[in-house]
């Protein structure tokens, strides 16, 4: 009698975490290699390095049209942005529709040294970001003696100077339309375009909320 030996079905499990959660996929694959390396032969190592990659590729480093951004509302923009940063573990809020003082969200995150605060700036524009804008958000940040502040746009870039001067002022971050593809893709999953409405309506009832509180 032969006896065929099963294909090894290996982690498969771990698709349940896609798309929403491909970094958290990936950890797993990097987890499972490094604790099983030594026994693994050369194919299957090979299998989840390639799965690591598709999975970067697919999820992570897609490119969406930025007409997904630009067509919305400057208002749907920043809940968006609120949103993000919620993801990436902070406690994030809107601030007024007029008046910000340069800011749109206040973010914050406690640290073991401290409480990390930082002010955000959303530029939903098509032409890149001059450093008239860094240089005014700095000197809020300045005033206001918080972390840093960042400048967020759906511009493909900033200019030169802005850029040089963001390189010489480390309290000020820029990212334009690639990075912030990037970590939307990472922090509210490959398929965020589908979700934008549904951000729109969470800010809409939340807001409604919070009126109500206050009359």
Known sequence: MIHCKRPWEG?????????????EAIAVLETY???HAGLMPDGRTYGLFDAISIIRAKYL???????????LKPREFEVLIENLYKAMGYSAKLTGKTRDGGKD?????????????????CKRYDG???????????GIVESEGVTKGVLITTAISFTKPAR???????RIELIAYSELNRLLNRYLGQNWPVK????????????????????
């Not at 040089?164 to 480390?170: D, G, L, R, S, W």
């Not at 951000?199 to 509180?213: A, G, H, K, Y």
């Open 105 to 121: 969200i206040i973010a914050q995150k406690k640290h073991p040294g401290g409480v990390e605060k930082i002010l955000i700036e």
């Open 128 to 138: 890149n970001i001059g450093v008239k804008f860094a240089r005014e958000l700095y």
């Open 11 to 23: 982690i498969t499990w771990v698709l349940d975490l896609l798309p929403e959660k491909a970094m």
């Open 33 to 35: 290699y490094y604790t």
């Open 61 to 71: 480093e897609h490119v969406h049209p930025r007409e997904y951004l630009t067509n």
């Open 164 to 170: 040089e001067f963001a390189h010489k002022n480390h």
């Open 196 to 215: 934008l409405n549904d951000f729109t309506m969470e800010n809409r009832i939340s807001t409604s909320r919070e009126n109500m509180q206050n009359c």
